[in-house]
Protein backbone atom coordinates (compact mmCIF):
# COMPACT_ATOMS: atom_id res chain seq x y z
CA UNK A 1 0.00 0.00 0.00
CA UNK A 2 0.78 3.45 -0.90
CA UNK A 3 -0.28 6.72 -0.48
CA UNK A 4 -0.42 8.92 -3.52
CA UNK A 5 -1.01 12.57 -3.55
CA UNK A 6 -1.59 15.28 -5.85
CA UNK A 7 -1.99 18.57 -4.34
CA UNK A 8 -2.41 22.39 -5.61
CA UNK A 9 -4.11 24.46 -2.82
CA UNK A 10 -3.71 28.28 -2.88
CA UNK A 11 -4.90 30.16 0.10
CA UNK A 12 -3.64 34.26 0.09
CA UNK A 13 -0.12 34.72 -1.70
CA UNK A 14 0.85 30.98 -0.41
CA UNK A 15 0.33 27.95 -3.13
CA UNK A 16 1.00 24.06 -1.92
CA UNK A 17 1.86 22.83 -5.05
CA UNK A 18 2.71 19.01 -4.52
CA UNK A 19 3.02 15.46 -6.44
CA UNK A 20 4.07 12.86 -3.64
CA UNK A 21 4.01 9.32 -3.27
CA UNK A 22 4.28 8.04 0.69
CA UNK A 23 5.04 4.23 1.80
CA UNK A 24 2.05 2.53 3.30
CA UNK A 25 4.08 1.87 6.72
CA UNK A 26 6.41 3.07 9.25
CA UNK A 27 6.10 7.02 10.42
CA UNK A 28 6.78 9.55 7.03
CA UNK A 29 8.05 12.79 8.53
CA UNK A 30 7.03 15.90 7.14
CA UNK A 31 9.62 18.20 7.94
CA UNK A 32 9.86 22.14 7.38
CA UNK A 33 10.24 25.46 8.42
CA UNK A 34 7.01 27.14 9.99
CA UNK A 35 4.91 28.47 6.94
CA UNK A 36 5.70 25.68 4.57
CA UNK A 37 2.69 24.21 3.90
CA UNK A 38 3.00 21.07 6.23
CA UNK A 39 -0.11 21.57 7.98
CA UNK A 40 -1.87 22.40 4.68
CA UNK A 41 -0.67 19.10 3.35
CA UNK A 42 -1.83 17.70 6.40
CA UNK A 43 -5.62 18.78 5.84
CA UNK A 44 -6.16 18.25 2.27
CA UNK A 45 -5.28 14.88 3.03
CA UNK A 46 -7.81 14.74 5.98
CA UNK A 47 -10.02 16.31 3.32
CA UNK A 48 -10.10 19.29 5.60
CA UNK A 49 -9.11 21.83 2.35
CA UNK A 50 -11.47 20.95 -0.38
CA UNK A 51 -9.34 21.58 -3.91
CA UNK A 52 -10.79 20.84 -7.61
CA UNK A 53 -8.38 18.84 -9.40
CA UNK A 54 -7.02 17.83 -6.53
CA UNK A 55 -5.98 13.84 -6.92
CA UNK A 56 -5.04 11.61 -3.50
CA UNK A 57 -5.22 7.67 -3.60
CA UNK A 58 -4.55 5.47 -0.44
CA UNK A 59 -3.96 1.79 -0.83
CA UNK A 60 -6.49 0.86 -3.84
CA UNK A 61 -9.06 3.46 -3.06
CA UNK A 62 -9.16 6.82 -4.69
CA UNK A 63 -10.28 9.03 -1.57
CA UNK A 64 -10.38 12.23 -4.23
CA UNK A 65 -9.87 12.52 -8.51
CA UNK A 66 -11.44 13.83 -11.39
CA UNK A 67 -15.22 14.26 -9.85
CA UNK A 68 -14.61 12.33 -6.37
CA UNK A 69 -13.91 13.97 -3.12
CA UNK A 70 -14.36 11.60 -0.03
CA UNK A 71 -15.58 14.16 2.81
CA UNK A 72 -13.55 14.04 5.51
CA UNK A 73 -15.85 11.98 8.23
CA UNK A 74 -15.88 9.21 5.35
CA UNK A 75 -12.47 9.09 5.32
CA UNK A 76 -10.91 6.33 7.57
CA UNK A 77 -8.24 8.64 9.37
CA UNK A 78 -7.08 9.65 12.64
CA UNK A 79 -6.04 13.25 12.64
CA UNK A 80 -4.41 14.61 15.56
CA UNK A 81 -3.80 18.23 16.03
CA UNK A 82 -0.93 20.53 17.26
CA UNK A 83 -3.64 22.44 19.97
CA UNK A 84 -5.91 21.14 22.65
CA UNK A 85 -8.65 19.56 20.55
CA UNK A 86 -10.63 17.55 23.29
CA UNK A 87 -14.22 18.01 23.50
CA UNK A 88 -14.72 20.45 26.53
CA UNK A 89 -18.04 18.96 27.23
CA UNK A 90 -17.34 15.57 27.11
CA UNK A 91 -15.10 13.50 29.69
CA UNK A 92 -12.16 11.50 28.80
CA UNK A 93 -14.14 8.32 28.24
CA UNK A 94 -16.86 9.94 25.90
CA UNK A 95 -14.29 12.09 23.97
CA UNK A 96 -12.32 8.65 23.32
CA UNK A 97 -15.63 6.99 22.14
CA UNK A 98 -16.86 9.77 20.53
CA UNK A 99 -15.04 8.60 17.10
CA UNK A 100 -15.96 4.93 18.16
CA UNK A 101 -19.48 5.18 17.91
CA UNK A 102 -19.51 6.25 14.80
CA UNK A 103 -17.88 3.02 13.13
CA UNK A 104 -19.14 0.48 12.11
CA UNK A 105 -18.05 -2.59 13.75
CA UNK A 106 -16.31 -4.95 11.06
CA UNK A 107 -14.32 -0.99 10.72
CA UNK A 108 -13.01 -1.74 14.13
CA UNK A 109 -9.58 -2.89 14.00
CA UNK A 110 -7.79 -1.41 17.08
CA UNK A 111 -9.75 -1.95 20.40
CA UNK A 112 -10.25 1.24 22.90
CA UNK A 113 -9.08 -0.54 25.87
CA UNK A 114 -5.56 -1.38 23.32
CA UNK A 115 -5.33 2.02 22.35
CA UNK A 116 -5.69 3.46 26.40
CA UNK A 117 -3.19 0.89 27.83
CA UNK A 118 -0.68 2.18 24.50
CA UNK A 119 -0.69 6.05 25.72
CA UNK A 120 -1.11 4.90 29.12
CA UNK A 121 -4.09 6.94 30.25
CA UNK A 122 -6.57 4.42 31.99
CA UNK A 123 -6.52 6.76 35.21
CA UNK A 124 -8.15 9.57 33.44
CA UNK A 125 -10.81 7.94 31.74
CA UNK A 126 -13.35 10.25 34.32
CA UNK A 127 -11.81 13.39 34.02
CA UNK A 128 -12.95 16.47 32.41
CA UNK A 129 -10.39 18.03 29.93
CA UNK A 130 -9.85 21.22 32.01
CA UNK A 131 -8.72 19.01 34.69
CA UNK A 132 -5.84 17.66 32.41
CA UNK A 133 -1.99 19.09 31.91
CA UNK A 134 -1.33 19.58 28.13
CA UNK A 135 0.72 16.27 27.66
CA UNK A 136 -2.53 14.18 29.24
CA UNK A 137 -4.93 15.92 26.64
CA UNK A 138 -2.77 15.06 24.12
CA UNK A 139 -2.11 11.48 24.86
CA UNK A 140 -5.67 11.32 25.57
CA UNK A 141 -6.38 13.16 21.85
CA UNK A 142 -3.87 10.44 20.21
CA UNK A 143 -5.35 7.84 21.81
CA UNK A 144 -9.36 8.56 20.10
CA UNK A 145 -7.54 9.06 16.99
CA UNK A 146 -6.20 5.82 16.54
CA UNK A 147 -9.38 4.13 17.99
CA UNK A 148 -11.06 4.83 15.13
CA UNK A 149 -9.32 1.97 13.60
CA UNK A 150 -7.51 4.60 10.68
CA UNK A 151 -5.96 3.52 7.65
CA UNK A 152 -3.18 6.55 8.14
CA UNK A 153 -2.84 8.62 11.32
CA UNK A 154 -1.94 12.26 10.60
CA UNK A 155 -0.05 13.76 13.49
CA UNK A 156 0.02 17.45 13.15
CA UNK A 157 2.96 18.50 15.61
CA UNK A 158 1.14 16.72 18.23
CA UNK A 159 4.42 17.66 21.09
CA UNK A 160 5.08 21.86 19.83
CA UNK A 161 2.45 23.64 21.74
CA UNK A 162 4.16 21.19 24.76
CA UNK A 163 7.00 22.00 27.73
CA UNK A 164 10.30 20.27 27.24
CA UNK A 165 9.29 17.98 30.22
CA UNK A 166 5.95 17.03 28.66
CA UNK A 167 7.43 15.88 25.10
CA UNK A 168 9.93 13.72 27.08
CA UNK A 169 6.37 12.28 28.85
CA UNK A 170 5.06 11.76 24.78
CA UNK A 171 7.88 10.52 23.35
CA UNK A 172 8.28 7.51 24.34
CA UNK A 173 4.60 6.60 23.80
CA UNK A 174 4.82 7.64 20.09
CA UNK A 175 7.96 5.52 19.56
CA UNK A 176 5.71 2.28 21.13
CA UNK A 177 3.30 3.37 18.54
CA UNK A 178 5.56 3.33 15.39
CA UNK A 179 6.61 -0.16 17.20
CA UNK A 180 2.99 -1.77 17.71
CA UNK A 181 1.25 -0.33 15.19
CA UNK A 182 1.04 -1.37 11.42
CA UNK A 183 -0.49 1.99 9.95
CA UNK A 184 1.23 4.25 8.31
CA UNK A 185 1.92 7.56 9.77
CA UNK A 186 2.18 11.05 9.04
CA UNK A 187 4.05 13.09 11.07
CA UNK A 188 4.62 16.84 10.79
CA UNK A 189 7.26 18.14 12.31
CA UNK A 190 10.38 21.00 12.50
CA UNK A 191 12.25 19.25 15.50
CA UNK A 192 14.90 17.50 13.81
CA UNK A 193 15.37 15.72 17.49
CA UNK A 194 11.43 14.43 16.88
CA UNK A 195 12.16 13.25 13.29
CA UNK A 196 15.34 11.58 13.94
CA UNK A 197 13.83 10.02 17.03
CA UNK A 198 10.63 9.05 15.58
CA UNK A 199 10.80 8.86 11.41
CA UNK A 200 11.82 6.05 8.87
CA UNK A 201 11.35 8.13 6.11
CA UNK A 202 10.89 11.93 5.76
CA UNK A 203 9.43 14.57 3.27
CA UNK A 204 11.56 17.59 3.13
CA UNK A 205 8.86 20.60 2.49
CA UNK A 206 9.81 24.29 1.78
CA UNK A 207 7.54 27.08 0.36
CA UNK A 208 4.80 24.49 -0.55
CA UNK A 209 7.41 22.87 -3.00
CA UNK A 210 8.40 19.20 -2.00
CA UNK A 211 12.75 19.76 -2.03
CA UNK A 212 13.46 15.74 -1.39
CA UNK A 213 11.69 12.31 -0.38
CA UNK A 214 13.67 9.55 1.04
CA UNK A 215 14.77 7.38 4.19
CA UNK A 216 15.40 9.50 7.38
CA UNK A 217 19.06 8.26 7.37
CA UNK A 218 19.80 8.85 3.74
CA UNK A 219 18.11 12.46 3.78
CA UNK A 220 19.89 13.55 6.95
CA UNK A 221 23.63 12.85 5.53
CA UNK A 222 22.67 14.79 2.11
CA UNK A 223 24.90 17.07 0.95
CA UNK A 224 22.63 18.82 -1.29
CA UNK A 225 20.00 19.70 1.40
CA UNK A 226 20.13 22.23 4.25
CA UNK A 227 20.17 19.39 6.87
CA UNK A 228 23.46 18.54 6.63
CA UNK A 229 24.87 22.11 6.97
CA UNK A 230 23.26 23.34 10.70
CA UNK A 231 25.74 23.35 13.39
CA UNK A 232 23.97 20.19 15.18
CA UNK A 233 23.77 18.36 11.94
CA UNK A 234 24.03 14.71 12.56
CA UNK A 235 23.81 11.21 11.07
CA UNK A 236 20.86 9.13 12.33
CA UNK A 237 22.37 5.02 12.04
CA UNK A 238 20.12 1.87 13.24
CA UNK A 239 21.59 -0.59 14.29
CA UNK A 240 20.68 -4.31 16.19
CA UNK A 241 21.65 -4.95 19.43
CA UNK A 242 24.40 -7.60 19.66
CA UNK A 243 25.68 -8.34 23.09
CA UNK A 244 26.53 -6.47 26.14
CA UNK A 245 29.81 -6.43 27.98
CA UNK A 246 28.68 -5.70 32.31
CA UNK A 247 32.60 -5.36 33.46
CA UNK A 248 32.58 -1.66 31.48
CA UNK A 249 29.04 -1.22 31.54
CA UNK A 250 28.82 -1.54 27.05
CA UNK A 251 26.48 -2.46 25.01
CA UNK A 252 27.79 -3.86 21.44
CA UNK A 253 25.28 -2.56 17.80
CA UNK A 254 26.04 -3.68 14.82
CA UNK A 255 25.50 -2.12 11.32
CA UNK A 256 26.59 -2.86 7.72
CA UNK A 257 29.69 -0.91 8.47
CA UNK A 258 30.50 -1.84 11.55
CA UNK A 259 30.20 -2.88 15.57
CA UNK A 260 29.45 0.11 17.79
CA UNK A 261 30.27 0.70 21.68
CA UNK A 262 28.03 2.49 23.70
CA UNK A 263 28.17 2.56 27.09
CA UNK A 264 24.88 3.24 29.21
CA UNK A 265 21.84 0.80 30.08
CA UNK A 266 21.52 -2.28 29.00
CA UNK A 267 19.52 -2.52 25.81
CA UNK A 268 17.39 -5.76 24.69
CA UNK A 269 19.55 -8.32 23.02
CA UNK A 270 18.40 -8.04 19.00
CA UNK A 271 16.25 -5.38 19.29
CA UNK A 272 16.60 -2.79 16.52
CA UNK A 273 17.66 1.22 17.92
CA UNK A 274 18.29 4.09 16.11
CA UNK A 275 22.35 5.60 16.89
CA UNK A 276 22.79 9.26 16.36
CA UNK A 277 25.82 10.83 15.63
CA UNK A 278 26.44 14.23 15.29
CA UNK A 279 28.92 15.22 12.83
CA UNK A 280 31.34 17.31 14.63
CA UNK A 281 32.00 13.94 16.80
CA UNK A 282 33.40 12.49 13.52
CA UNK A 283 37.16 12.79 13.60
CA UNK A 284 39.11 11.19 10.47
CA UNK A 285 42.68 10.00 10.31
CA UNK A 286 44.37 8.63 7.38
CA UNK A 287 45.78 5.56 9.18
CA UNK A 288 44.11 3.11 11.42
CA UNK A 289 44.68 4.51 15.61
CA UNK A 290 45.51 1.41 17.70
CA UNK A 291 46.65 3.06 20.47
CA UNK A 292 43.76 5.45 21.33
CA UNK A 293 40.71 5.82 23.73
CA UNK A 294 38.68 6.22 21.03
CA UNK A 295 36.39 2.66 20.50
CA UNK A 296 34.57 3.49 17.59
CA UNK A 297 36.47 3.30 14.75
CA UNK A 298 35.21 2.23 10.97
CA UNK A 299 37.06 2.35 7.47
CA UNK A 300 35.29 5.05 5.47
CA UNK A 301 35.23 6.22 2.03
CA UNK A 302 34.84 9.52 1.44
CA UNK A 303 31.88 10.38 -1.07
CA UNK A 304 31.41 14.18 -0.77
CA UNK A 305 32.92 17.38 0.48
CA UNK A 306 30.99 20.60 0.92
CA UNK A 307 32.93 23.52 2.75
CA UNK A 308 30.97 25.66 5.43
CA UNK A 309 32.47 29.06 5.45
CA UNK A 310 36.29 29.06 4.60
CA UNK A 311 37.58 27.52 8.45
CA UNK A 312 35.14 23.94 7.95
CA UNK A 313 34.37 21.13 5.70
CA UNK A 314 31.46 18.74 6.14
CA UNK A 315 32.57 15.08 4.79
CA UNK A 316 30.18 12.60 3.45
CA UNK A 317 31.23 9.38 4.06
CA UNK A 318 30.05 5.45 3.18
CA UNK A 319 30.77 3.18 5.60
CA UNK A 320 29.59 -0.33 5.07
CA UNK A 321 25.86 0.38 3.29
CA UNK A 322 25.32 4.36 5.55
CA UNK A 323 25.86 7.34 5.25
CA UNK A 324 27.91 9.09 8.12
CA UNK A 325 28.86 12.95 8.09
CA UNK A 326 32.09 14.09 9.62
CA UNK A 327 32.65 17.92 10.31
CA UNK A 328 35.94 18.65 10.11
CA UNK A 329 38.53 22.16 9.96
CA UNK A 330 39.08 22.96 5.71
CA UNK A 331 42.97 23.15 6.87
CA UNK A 332 42.71 19.13 8.10
CA UNK A 333 40.73 18.23 4.90
CA UNK A 334 43.65 20.06 3.07
CA UNK A 335 46.10 18.31 4.94
CA UNK A 336 44.97 15.09 4.57
CA UNK A 337 44.23 15.39 1.03
CA UNK A 338 40.80 13.92 1.00
CA UNK A 339 38.36 13.88 -2.16
CA UNK A 340 35.78 11.61 -2.95
CA UNK A 341 36.98 7.97 -3.26
CA UNK A 342 40.04 8.43 -0.55
CA UNK A 343 40.24 5.75 1.69
CA UNK A 344 39.88 6.64 5.46
CA UNK A 345 39.61 6.01 9.27
CA UNK A 346 36.27 7.91 10.51
CA UNK A 347 36.63 7.90 14.58
CA UNK A 348 33.84 8.56 16.27
CA UNK A 349 33.91 10.61 19.74
CA UNK A 350 30.45 10.32 20.85
CA UNK A 351 26.80 8.17 20.22
CA UNK A 352 23.96 8.99 21.10
CA UNK A 353 20.95 5.92 21.44
CA UNK A 354 17.58 7.28 20.70
CA UNK A 355 15.26 4.76 20.63
CA UNK B 1 -65.10 39.50 33.42
CA UNK B 2 -63.97 40.50 36.74
CA UNK B 3 -61.37 42.86 36.94
CA UNK B 4 -59.03 40.50 38.48
CA UNK B 5 -59.59 37.76 35.53
CA UNK B 6 -58.99 40.44 32.85
CA UNK B 7 -55.78 40.89 34.30
CA UNK B 8 -54.92 37.36 34.72
CA UNK B 9 -56.02 36.68 31.51
CA UNK B 10 -53.62 39.49 30.23
CA UNK B 11 -50.81 37.82 32.42
CA UNK B 12 -51.56 34.73 30.46
CA UNK B 13 -52.07 35.81 27.01
CA UNK B 14 -48.46 37.32 27.57
CA UNK B 15 -46.62 34.53 28.65
CA UNK B 16 -48.05 32.21 26.12
CA UNK B 17 -47.17 35.44 23.09
CA UNK B 18 -43.93 35.10 24.80
CA UNK B 19 -42.96 31.13 25.30
CA UNK B 20 -44.69 30.51 21.42
CA UNK B 21 -42.00 33.52 20.44
CA UNK B 22 -38.85 32.38 21.91
CA UNK B 23 -40.11 28.57 20.62
CA UNK B 24 -40.45 29.70 17.07
CA UNK B 25 -37.52 31.99 17.11
CA UNK B 26 -35.05 29.46 18.00
CA UNK B 27 -36.48 27.14 15.72
CA UNK B 28 -36.07 29.64 13.00
CA UNK B 29 -32.91 31.40 14.74
CA UNK B 30 -30.42 28.68 15.08
CA UNK B 31 -30.41 27.82 11.29
CA UNK B 32 -30.09 31.39 10.45
CA UNK B 33 -27.48 32.19 12.97
CA UNK B 34 -25.36 28.96 12.13
CA UNK B 35 -25.15 30.08 8.47
CA UNK B 36 -24.45 33.32 9.41
CA UNK B 37 -22.05 31.93 11.80
CA UNK B 38 -20.23 30.19 9.02
CA UNK B 39 -20.95 31.45 5.54
CA UNK B 40 -17.95 33.42 3.75
CA UNK B 41 -20.77 34.94 1.76
CA UNK B 42 -19.81 38.94 0.94
CA UNK B 43 -23.30 39.84 1.24
CA UNK B 44 -23.79 38.67 4.77
CA UNK B 45 -23.53 42.34 5.88
CA UNK B 46 -26.68 42.79 4.65
CA UNK B 47 -28.73 39.22 5.97
CA UNK B 48 -27.09 40.76 9.52
CA UNK B 49 -28.33 44.17 8.88
CA UNK B 50 -31.82 42.74 8.88
CA UNK B 51 -31.44 40.92 11.80
CA UNK B 52 -30.38 43.95 13.35
CA UNK B 53 -33.35 45.85 12.22
CA UNK B 54 -35.61 45.73 14.97
CA UNK B 55 -33.05 46.72 17.81
CA UNK B 56 -33.38 50.76 15.99
CA UNK B 57 -36.39 50.50 14.52
CA UNK B 58 -39.02 52.06 16.32
CA UNK B 59 -42.01 49.49 17.41
CA UNK B 60 -44.68 51.58 15.68
CA UNK B 61 -42.72 51.36 12.17
CA UNK B 62 -42.56 47.62 12.58
CA UNK B 63 -46.06 47.43 13.47
CA UNK B 64 -47.63 49.95 10.94
CA UNK B 65 -45.65 47.69 8.08
CA UNK B 66 -46.90 44.41 9.82
CA UNK B 67 -50.28 45.86 9.68
CA UNK B 68 -50.31 47.11 6.21
CA UNK B 69 -49.32 43.10 5.47
CA UNK B 70 -51.81 41.15 7.75
CA UNK B 71 -54.51 43.32 7.21
CA UNK B 72 -57.02 42.46 4.82
CA UNK B 73 -55.43 44.40 1.98
CA UNK B 74 -52.68 43.29 2.67
CA UNK B 75 -50.71 41.12 0.63
CA UNK B 76 -50.88 38.20 3.16
CA UNK B 77 -54.13 38.82 5.43
CA UNK B 78 -55.92 39.18 1.88
CA UNK B 79 -54.46 35.60 0.68
CA UNK B 80 -55.90 34.49 3.96
CA UNK B 81 -59.31 36.34 3.48
CA UNK B 82 -59.62 34.93 -0.07
CA UNK B 83 -59.10 31.65 1.38
CA UNK B 84 -61.40 31.69 3.94
CA UNK B 85 -60.04 32.43 7.10
CA UNK B 86 -59.89 35.82 8.57
CA UNK B 87 -57.09 38.47 8.72
CA UNK B 88 -54.25 38.10 10.79
CA UNK B 89 -54.61 41.79 11.71
CA UNK B 90 -56.08 42.32 15.47
CA UNK B 91 -55.66 38.12 16.43
CA UNK B 92 -53.47 36.60 18.23
CA UNK B 93 -51.80 34.47 15.52
CA UNK B 94 -50.90 38.13 14.40
CA UNK B 95 -49.41 39.30 17.43
CA UNK B 96 -46.69 36.33 17.51
CA UNK B 97 -45.48 36.73 13.72
CA UNK B 98 -44.93 40.95 14.75
CA UNK B 99 -43.44 39.42 18.13
CA UNK B 100 -41.13 37.30 16.05
CA UNK B 101 -39.94 40.17 13.94
CA UNK B 102 -39.51 42.38 17.33
CA UNK B 103 -37.43 39.60 19.14
CA UNK B 104 -35.14 38.38 16.61
CA UNK B 105 -32.23 40.42 17.00
CA UNK B 106 -32.46 39.30 20.93
CA UNK B 107 -32.30 35.65 19.74
CA UNK B 108 -30.55 35.40 16.66
CA UNK B 109 -27.12 37.49 17.70
CA UNK B 110 -26.30 35.57 21.15
CA UNK B 111 -26.55 32.43 18.63
CA UNK B 112 -24.40 34.05 16.40
CA UNK B 113 -22.00 34.80 18.74
CA UNK B 114 -22.22 31.65 20.28
CA UNK B 115 -21.23 29.26 17.46
CA UNK B 116 -18.66 31.85 16.04
CA UNK B 117 -16.79 31.47 18.98
CA UNK B 118 -16.58 27.85 18.74
CA UNK B 119 -14.81 28.57 16.16
CA UNK B 120 -13.81 25.81 13.26
CA UNK B 121 -12.03 23.52 15.03
CA UNK B 122 -13.47 21.51 17.29
CA UNK B 123 -16.42 20.83 14.25
CA UNK B 124 -13.09 19.80 11.87
CA UNK B 125 -11.86 17.66 14.84
CA UNK B 126 -15.91 15.78 14.85
CA UNK B 127 -15.71 15.61 11.31
CA UNK B 128 -12.13 13.44 11.50
CA UNK B 129 -13.79 11.13 13.86
CA UNK B 130 -16.38 9.91 11.30
CA UNK B 131 -19.51 12.65 12.41
CA UNK B 132 -21.65 13.63 9.18
CA UNK B 133 -21.87 17.76 9.37
CA UNK B 134 -25.51 17.16 11.16
CA UNK B 135 -24.29 14.68 13.55
CA UNK B 136 -21.21 17.01 14.47
CA UNK B 137 -23.90 20.31 14.20
CA UNK B 138 -26.32 18.68 17.19
CA UNK B 139 -23.33 16.38 19.35
CA UNK B 140 -20.34 19.31 19.10
CA UNK B 141 -22.01 22.76 18.12
CA UNK B 142 -25.09 22.79 20.00
CA UNK B 143 -23.72 21.46 23.26
CA UNK B 144 -21.11 24.02 22.98
CA UNK B 145 -22.89 26.82 22.40
CA UNK B 146 -25.51 25.92 25.12
CA UNK B 147 -24.85 29.28 27.00
CA UNK B 148 -26.22 30.84 24.11
CA UNK B 149 -28.86 29.10 23.53
CA UNK B 150 -29.87 29.72 27.04
CA UNK B 151 -29.09 33.71 26.78
CA UNK B 152 -31.08 33.62 23.45
CA UNK B 153 -34.07 32.32 24.87
CA UNK B 154 -34.50 34.09 27.70
CA UNK B 155 -33.89 37.47 26.13
CA UNK B 156 -36.15 36.37 23.48
CA UNK B 157 -38.82 35.64 26.25
CA UNK B 158 -38.29 38.89 28.06
CA UNK B 159 -38.03 41.32 25.55
CA UNK B 160 -41.36 39.96 24.21
CA UNK B 161 -42.86 40.37 27.65
CA UNK B 162 -42.25 44.06 27.40
CA UNK B 163 -43.73 44.63 23.60
CA UNK B 164 -45.77 47.37 23.47
CA UNK B 165 -45.53 49.23 19.97
CA UNK B 166 -46.27 46.50 18.13
CA UNK B 167 -48.57 44.83 19.70
CA UNK B 168 -50.57 48.10 20.07
CA UNK B 169 -50.46 48.66 16.38
CA UNK B 170 -51.25 45.31 14.83
CA UNK B 171 -53.33 43.27 18.07
CA UNK B 172 -55.45 46.36 19.25
CA UNK B 173 -55.97 45.56 22.63
CA UNK B 174 -58.97 43.33 22.33
CA UNK B 175 -59.18 41.49 26.19
CA UNK B 176 -59.32 38.03 26.36
CA UNK B 177 -57.87 37.95 22.86
CA UNK B 178 -54.92 40.31 21.83
CA UNK B 179 -54.51 42.40 25.30
CA UNK B 180 -51.05 42.07 27.38
CA UNK B 181 -49.62 43.00 30.30
CA UNK B 182 -48.06 46.33 28.90
CA UNK B 183 -50.70 47.30 27.37
CA UNK B 184 -53.29 46.18 30.50
CA UNK B 185 -50.79 48.40 32.56
CA UNK B 186 -50.90 51.70 30.06
CA UNK B 187 -54.66 51.19 30.04
CA UNK B 188 -54.67 51.14 34.02
CA UNK B 189 -52.72 54.46 34.03
CA UNK B 190 -54.94 56.00 31.46
CA UNK B 191 -57.96 55.26 33.84
CA UNK B 192 -56.03 56.40 36.82
CA UNK B 193 -56.78 52.94 38.58
CA UNK B 194 -52.92 52.42 39.71
CA UNK B 195 -53.41 49.65 42.23
CA UNK B 196 -54.09 47.39 39.53
CA UNK B 197 -51.80 48.95 37.27
CA UNK B 198 -48.95 48.77 40.14
CA UNK B 199 -49.50 45.25 40.77
CA UNK B 200 -49.46 44.00 37.15
CA UNK B 201 -46.19 46.44 36.95
CA UNK B 202 -44.45 44.74 39.71
CA UNK B 203 -44.95 41.35 38.28
CA UNK B 204 -43.68 42.38 35.38
CA UNK B 205 -40.34 43.93 36.71
CA UNK B 206 -39.69 40.93 39.24
CA UNK B 207 -40.07 38.55 36.04
CA UNK B 208 -37.94 40.45 34.36
CA UNK B 209 -35.51 39.98 36.61
CA UNK B 210 -35.28 36.39 37.68
CA UNK B 211 -34.93 35.40 34.28
CA UNK B 212 -31.76 37.65 33.44
CA UNK B 213 -30.82 37.06 37.39
CA UNK B 214 -30.89 33.16 35.81
CA UNK B 215 -28.67 33.65 32.82
CA UNK B 216 -26.28 35.22 34.53
CA UNK B 217 -26.10 32.56 36.94
CA UNK B 218 -26.17 29.76 34.80
CA UNK B 219 -23.77 31.33 32.33
CA UNK B 220 -21.33 31.79 34.88
CA UNK B 221 -21.80 28.24 36.07
CA UNK B 222 -21.22 27.13 32.55
CA UNK B 223 -17.86 29.28 31.94
CA UNK B 224 -16.46 27.64 35.14
CA UNK B 225 -17.29 23.99 33.62
CA UNK B 226 -15.76 24.57 30.54
CA UNK B 227 -13.36 26.91 30.66
Same mark, same amino acid.
Given at each position: ????????????????????? #???????????????????????????????????????????????????????????????????????????????? %????????????????????????????HQLSGGEQQRIAIARALAVSPAILLLDEPLAALEEQRKKEILPYLESLHQELQIPVLYVSHSRNEVARLADHMLLLTDGRIQAAGPVGELFSRLDLPLAHEADTETV????????? $????????????? %???????? !??????????????????????????? #????????????????????????????????????????? $??? !?????????????????? | MTPYEQDLTALFITLKLAGLTTLILLLIGTPVAWWLARTRWRLKF???????????????????????????????????????????????????????FYSMPFVIQPLQNAFTTIGRRPLEVAATLGASPLDRFFTVAVPLARPGFLTAAVLGFAHTLGEFGVVLMIGGNIPGETQVVSIAIYDHVESLEYT????????????????????YALNRRFRMVQP
Open positions: MTIEARFHVERGDFTLDVDLA #IPGSGVTAIFGPSGCGKTTLLRAIAGLERTPDDYLKVGNEIWQGPGKFLPPHRRPIGYVIQEPSLFVHLNVRRNLEYGLR %RLSNRARKVSLEHAIELLGIGHLLERRPIEAVVAGRD $DTYDISYLDFSGG %RFAVTGKP !LPRNACVRLQVLARDVSLTLERQHQTS #ILNIFAATVEQLAEEGSAQVTVQLRVGSVSLLSRITRKSAV $DLD !LKPGSEIYAQVKGVAVLT | LVESVVALPLVLPPTVLGFYLLLTLGPHGPIGGLMESLGGRPLAFTFTGLVIGSVRAHWLSGGLLLLSFLLLMAV
